[in-house]
């Protein structure tokens, strides 16, 4: 009797949960179809206002100007270049693939509503707007807003979040502080001249969007080794469906043109801004970049295959406890349960220096091609071997055979198993 009684109370248990998860699922539909439609309204009138708001603040708050250019910095790629070496270095494999993709997917989302909204920058439109840096590409929505929005609360979640060291004031602390620098980099964007109010909204709102179906739909769990294990083991599926996305993506530049003539004086604008700027990096250049380097994201999990199948042998114990600090039996961490971190980066201060040093070296010589190639090249040349394939080529060798290098260098916790991998 007492075994039904339990039995029927957890049935009701899940399928109050279950309802639940219907209930939030459905308020968000109505908030992306809300988000959608406001944003149609309201782009005209919150485009009008940014020029003169802009002018004003780059001409009596000159300082902000200066500071929103150092926000600007952790939103674009030398920025996500840095929280990659980092989460590499400190974080378990998993997170760092969870916050690459985070990051593709932005990036590319991005690139994609830039191709149908094909609006322009408020210094396309306003020659008394000062530019920091010369930027190109379509300016609806800003990526750098929906990047840093979800990026950063995607780092929140995995490094604090998701932590049970961390008590819920430390925790509520540490929202705050990443919602205001969140806030900082999107106001940037806006100081800059480089987006119009409109654009920096409506990528800070996607980016929410983004980080919640992430982890509040899919439930991207950075401590479930078998999510990442499934992931590895459907490689094939992976790619297919990245490829499709990639190529549903780009689908709108060949249906959803520009008026030449606004295309004739924006280009005009560019060109006295930025001289020799225009032909190399304008509007859909930028999409086209966005979307293709979604592939560094199909490289990274193509590299954890690699790493499963031939470094480990398919052999999951080896795997887990090297990327999870998991014993086979009653999965517990190995190391310290204090700390998150992995057997290959669970090191001491001085490996971990050496380790990053390291990485961050091999990672600087294989993205020679990204440094050293002109924006003046080949249109497609410069799209595919400074863009796509260097950044790309990286992050398959972090996610295959640089912890190996590691290793072999003595700068991972090893020793510490009897039948660890033979390096």
């Not at 830039?114 to 306003?126: A, D, E, G, H, V």
């Not at 929140?156 to 969140?182: H, M, P």
């Not at 800059?192 to 992430?214: A, K, P, R, T």
């Amino acid at each position: 009797m007492e075994e039904r009684l339990n039995i029927q109370e957890q049935n009701n248990e899940s399928e109050n949960t279950l309802s639940s998860k219907i209930l939030k699922h459905k308020i968000f539909l109505i908030f992306l179809f809300l988000l959608f439609t406001i944003e149609i309204f309201f782009r005209e009138f919150l485009y009008s206002l940014s020029p003169s708001f802009i002018i004003f603040i780059q001409k009596n708050l000159s300082f902000l100007f200066q500071l929103g250019n150092f926000f600007s910095f952790f939103g674009n790629e030398k920025g996500q270049f840095l929280i990659l070496v980092l989460s590499y270095n400190f974080l378990s494999t998993y997170k760092t693939i969870i916050i690459i993709f985070t990051a593709g997917l932005s990036v590319l989302i991005g690139g994609f509503l830039k191709l149908i909204y094909i609006s322009p920058r408020p210094f396309m439109t306003n020659i008394n707007i000062i530019i920091f840096n010369c930027e190109g590409g379509w300016g609806n929505p800003s990526i750098h807003s929906i990047l840093s929005t979800c990026l950063y609360l995607t780092l929140y979640k995995v490094i604090i979040a998701q932590n049970k060291n961390f008590s819920n004031n430390e925790k509520k602390n540490y929202f705050c502080f990443t919602l205001f620098f969140i806030i900082c980099i999107c106001l940037s964007r806006l100081l800059l001249g480089v987006h119009s109010i409109n654009q920096v909204i409506f990528g800070f709102c996607l980016g929410i969007s983004l980080y919640y179906i992430l982890f509040y739909i899919i439930e991207l769990n950075s401590d479930d080794y078998n999510q990442f294990y499934y992931l590895i083991i459907n490689l094939n599926k992976i790619v297919l469906y990245s490829f499709l996305t990639m190529i549903i993506a780009l689908l709108p530049y060949f249906f959803i043109k520009p008026d030449a003539n606004n295309i004739l004086i924006w280009d005009k604008i560019i060109d006295m801004k930025c001289p020799g700027y225009s032909n190399y990096k304008k509007f859909e250049y930028e999409s086209f970049a966005c979307i293709a380097t979604f592939t560094y994201v199909i490289t990274s999990f193509i590299g954890c295959y690699v790493e499963f199948y031939y470094i480990f042998n398919s052999n999951i114990s080896n795997w887990k406890r090297y990327n999870f600090n998991l014993d086979n039996e009653n999965e517990i961490n190995f190391l310290n349960n204090d700390n998150k971190n992995t057997l290959w980066n669970n090191t001491d201060i001085i490996k971990s220096l050496k380790r990053f040093i390291l990485v961050t070296i091999v990672i600087l010589i294989l993205l020679i091609p990204y440094f050293l190639i002109p924006l003046n090249w080949s249109y497609t040349f410069v799209l595919l071997f400074k863009m796509v394939f260097p950044v790309s080529f990286v992050t398959f060798i972090m996610f295959s055979y640089l912890k190996r290098i590691c290793a072999k260098c003595d700068l991972t916790n090893e020793s510490l198993f009897e039948n660890s991998i033979d390096v």
